[in-house]
């Protein structure tokens, strides 16, 4: 399915407009709809005390809210101004849980672009968590890092494999975009548990039929972290993006006692494409 609907988040924050930039980019490349999203929980009076709030106190809250909204609007229509493709680029502002919201709506586009970990101090309204956005959703995410130069951004992709079912998922919803790079790396860490060759059959010759330049790369433990050993090639590799699958055991373990999604999206400087 060729990419035509993109959805970003898009909160003021400076990993909202990174995010904003690499999807503007998208929507050029791929000729689609954008459509940005505020998800916010703009509740700043707890629900347990406010019967006991005046109606005008009550009413300012309320018009502090949609003023903050309104405001985070003209922000994004500001940004999205010189776009020659208005008629493509739409706008949604919603009330509630902001990781459910976007999660909910991402189920309805092609692929949904986020500011990594785009936490911001005294903020919570609009905070959001791309990877348990990724797992509610069951679609790809594109998390972009706010310190993202689209500058520096070439058509070199990385591709995590595995074999296991995640990156097989990652690799399915991020082939509309693969089809487009230059040159993919399939990137192996050799661990001991990595998906075994198949015969006859191999992650090369499924990229190879779609009319994709691929390298392979196996890369040693050496005594490292498989994360390690993915953000040191990154670091070396320099790609425009990263594809891999998220949480191949659960996200609680993964978020207690660390894991190779975790630290990849923490650590890793471009943007990553995620599916679970």
Do not use: C
């Given at each position: 399915m060729a990419i035509k609907n993109l959805l970003v988040t898009y909160s003021g924050t400076d990993s909202s407009k990174a995010a904003l930039d690499f999807a503007l980019f998208l929507r050029d490349k791929y000729d689609a709809?954008?459509?940005?999203?505020?998800?916010?929980?703009?509740?700043?009076?707890?629900?347990?005390?406010?019967?006991?709030?005046?109606?005008?106190?009550?009413?300012?809250?309320?018009?502090?809210?949609?003023?903050?909204?309104?405001?985070?609007?003209?922000?994004?229509?500001?940004?999205?101004?010189?776009?020659?493709?208005?008629?493509?680029?739409?706008?949604?502002?919603?009330?509630?849980?902001?990781?459910?919201?976007?999660?909910?709506?991402?189920?309805?586009?092609?692929?949904?672009?986020?500011?990594?970990?785009?936490?911001?101090?005294?903020?919570?309204?609009?905070?959001?968590?791309?990877?348990?956005?990724?797992?509610?959703?069951?679609?790809p995410v594109l998390l972009v890092p706010r310190e993202f130069d689209m500058k520096t951004f070439n058509e070199h992709a990385v591709l995590a494999w595995d074999g296991k079912r995640a990156s097989s998922r990652a690799l399915a919803d991020a082939m509309q975009i693969l089809k487009t790079k230059s040159l993919v790396t399939v990137v192996t860490v050799e661990d001991g548990d990595a998906g075994l060759a198949l015969p006859e059959m191999d992650v090369e010759t499924a990229l190879h039929r779609h009319g994709i330049k691929t390298e392979r790369v196996h890369l040693k433990r050496g005594g490292k972290s498989v994360a390690d050993r993915i953000l040191k090639f990154l670091d070396q590799a320099k790609p425009g993006l990263l594809v891999m699958g998220a949480y191949e055991h659960s996200k609680f373990r993964q978020s207690f006692v660390g894991g190779v999604t975790s630290s990849v999206l923490k650590k890793a400087k471009g943007p990553i494409l995620i599916s679970h």
């Amino acid at each position: 399915m060729a990419i035509k609907n993109l959805l970003v988040t898009y909160s003021g924050t400076d990993s909202s407009k990174a995010a904003l930039d690499f999807a503007l980019f998208l929507r050029d490349k791929y000729d689609a709809h954008l459509t940005g999203l505020l998800a916010h929980n703009f509740a700043p009076i707890n629900q347990n005390v406010s019967s006991w709030i005046p109606d005008e106190i009550r009413e300012s809250i309320k018009k502090a809210r949609a003023k903050a909204s309104k405001a985070i609007k003209n922000q994004f229509e500001q940004r999205v101004a010189d776009n020659p493709a208005a008629d493509k680029i739409h706008w949604i502002a919603k009330r509630g849980d902001s990781d459910v919201t976007v999660a909910k709506y991402s189920r309805l586009y092609d692929l949904t672009i986020i500011g990594r970990y785009d936490a911001v101090h005294d903020q919570d309204q609009i905070e959001l968590h791309p990877d348990t956005i990724a797992m509610i959703s069951g679609r790809p995410v594109l998390l972009v890092p706010r310190e993202f130069d689209m500058k520096t951004f070439n058509e070199h992709a990385v591709l995590a494999w595995d074999g296991k079912r995640a990156s097989s998922r990652a690799l399915a919803d991020a082939m509309q975009i693969l089809k487009t790079k230059s040159l993919v790396t399939v990137v192996t860490v050799e661990d001991g548990d990595a998906g075994l060759a198949l015969p006859e059959m191999d992650v090369e010759t499924a990229l190879h039929r779609h009319g994709i330049k691929t390298e392979r790369v196996h890369l040693k433990r050496g005594g490292k972290s498989v994360a390690d050993r993915i953000l040191k090639f990154l670091d070396q590799a320099k790609p425009g993006l990263l594809v891999m699958g998220a949480y191949e055991h659960s996200k609680f373990r993964q978020s207690f006692v660390g894991g190779v999604t975790s630290s990849v999206l923490k650590k890793a400087k471009g943007p990553i494409l995620i599916s679970h």
